[in-house]
T-cell receptor, first 115, second 115 residues
């Protein structure tokens, strides 16, 4: 079974600075997806960024980028120019390619952006 | 554009009572899911349905039943509620089975308290 580990329960960053959230995972699969989801206080789950395991290039979405290290089974999220609206819980998630598309989540990192 | 709609958003039950959480999606997605979210635990899969007419157990299915009524609707039933089922419940859906982009679309969540 796949597992996802987020070792930082809470983090904080000053507005406009950069912060990196860590995620490691364990799997014997070769083809899979990795995701970062954001959950603001509104409780809505929002997809931040997605990475396909077969792609060597790291995914980027505006101020959000990942550092995907397949051999190390590491998938960190970097948030640049942090904004107050980035305050949220962030969940790392794994999905095996094909099959039933079940997402396996980490326990989350609570990020607070301070003014 | 409704996306994934869950009802009710809040519910208080007494131990032993039954209730059904309703979920509907208007995106013509094949797969649907029920997750529960507990503090410090991330999201854990209760049941999922890869297509209309099929359902399968996830990580924490005990105490729950599901029905995939049609392609749009996927309900979660608690037959005899227990305090351990106090949680926030999320319904989600995703597009075509196998080879899709892997993204899940989530409802806004339902907060259930069992006294």
């Amino acid at each position: 079974a796949q597992t996802v580990t987020q070792s930082q329960p809470e983090m904080s960053v000053q507005e406009a600075e950069t912060v990196t959230l860590s995620c490691t995972y364990d799997t014997s699969e070769n083809n899979y997806y990795l995701f970062w989801y954001k959950q603001p206080p509104s409780r809505q789950m929002i997809l931040v960024i997605r990475q396909e395991a077969y792609k060597q290039q790291n995914a980027t979405e505006n101020r959000f980028s990942v550092n995907f290290q397949k051999a190390a089974k590491s998938f960190s999220l970097k948030i640049s120019d942090s904004q107050l609206g980035d305050t949220a819980m962030y969940f790392c998630a794994f999905m095996k390619w094909g099959g039933s598309e079940k997402l396996v989540f980490g326990k989350g990192t609570k990020l607070t952006v301070n003014p | 554009n409704a996306g994934v709609t869950q009802t009710p958003k809040f519910q208080v039950l007494k131990t032993g009572q039954s209730m059904t959480l309703q979920c509907a999606q208007d995106m013509n997605h094949n797969s649907m899911y029920w997750y529960r979210q507990d503090p410090g635990m991330g999201l854990r899969l209760i049941y999922y349905s890869a297509s209309e007419g099929t359902t399968d157990k996830g990580e924490v299915p005990n105490g729950y039943n599901v029905s995939r009524l049609n392609k749009r609707e996927f309900s979660l039933r608690l037959e005899s509620a227990a305090p351990s089922q106090t949680s926030v419940y999320f319904c989600a859906s995703s597009p075509l089975q196998g080879g899709n982009t892997g993204e899940l679309f989530f409802g806004e969540g339902s907060r259930l308290t069992v006294l």
